[in-house]
């Protein structure tokens, strides 16, 4: 890291910290937690080796339901790019949602970034302006991974972030996506994923953790490692209840350092 960005990844560190409620610098000597807890803190079991498949059962769907999941499964399978990707999204009928949402939300940052990022839904902040994650609960999460160095406008895949949600459309209310609708735009976010080829995926929240690991308890299962599509993935609670449960944020910064430090030790 160059001086400005050693910089601006500390300053965004502390900007956590006071986030965390830390308001006075104790001891003499700097601790370095990330070694604290690449060394020191025992690993929480590994997610995946206590389950049997990596890649989730699509939820249940009724005959209408699976004729939309067939034919998502066919759109996704044949688009070559983000891009293509995007434009079968844009011309995909089956999901109700789209009638009622400004725009398709498709993704932000870094296509290619070492860590994806899953959310939910947009809402409705992100249905108008077309981006995951712009409200409150996307610049909590902007924060969140700054102080660990990453961001959604960094060039180097190395520190950037690609962001997406399990729903491109907002569903009415933000209430939560149906079983149905997260099982017909599933094969898209699988093509999505593979497409952007990250190195490791965030699940954020219920929604994205019941999509790509067939379970639910993001607060009981979060910072235990799993694995979907052949991938690492580390599943974390949503910023939008860190903004509901400040005291959860604690739990969600060790989980920040462990994929700091899974990223240091397997690059
Ligand atoms: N919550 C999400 O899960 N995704 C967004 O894009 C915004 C809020």
């Known amino acids: 890291m160059d ?3 050693t910089f601006h990844a500390d300053l965004a560190a502390l900007a956590w910290q006071l986030e965390l409620g830390a308001d006075l610098a104790v001891g003499e000597t700097p601790v370095n937690r990330y070694e604290a807890v690449a060394v020191g803190t025992p690993a929480a079991p590994p997610l995946a080796a206590a389950r049997p498949a990596a890649v989730a059962p ?3 769907a009724g005959p209408d339901s699976t004729a939309a999941v067939r034919a998502a499964t066919q759109a996704a399978a044949q688009a070559p790019s983000l891009e293509a990707l995007r434009g079968a999204l844009a011309a995909f009928e089956h999901c109700e949602l ?4 400004k725009s398709l939300v498709f993704a932000d940052g870094l296509p290619g970034a070492q860590v994806m990022v899953v959310g939910e839904a947009p809402g409705r902040d992100e249905d108008l302006a077309g981006r995951p994650f712009v409200g409150r609960a996307g610049q909590l999460l902007d924060r969140m991974f700054a102080a660990i160095g990453l961001s959604r406008t960094a060039m180097d895949p190395a520190l950037a972030l690609y962001i997406t949600n399990v729903m491109v459309w907002r569903p009415p209310q933000n209430r939560d996506p149906t079983p149905e609708e997260v099982a017909m735009l ?3 976010l699988q093509r999505h994923i593979a497409l952007a080829g990250p190195k490791v995926i965030v699940v954020m929240g219920n929604t994205p953790l019941s999509a790509l690991l067939g ?3 993001i607060t009981r299962l979060r910072g235990q490692w799993a694995e979907a599509l052949g991938k690492p993935v580390l599943p974390m609670v949503h910023p939008a209840y860190l903004l509901r449960t400040p005291a959860a944020k604690r739990e969600a910064w060790a989980d920040l350092l462990s994929l700091k430090a899974h990223l240091r030790t397997r690059s």
């Open 186 to 188: 599933l094969p898209f």
């Open 98 to 101: 789209k009638r009622g949402a």
């Open 215 to 217: 379970i639910r308890g």
């Open 58 to 60: 699509a939820p249940v």
């Open 3 to 5: 001086t400005d960005l």
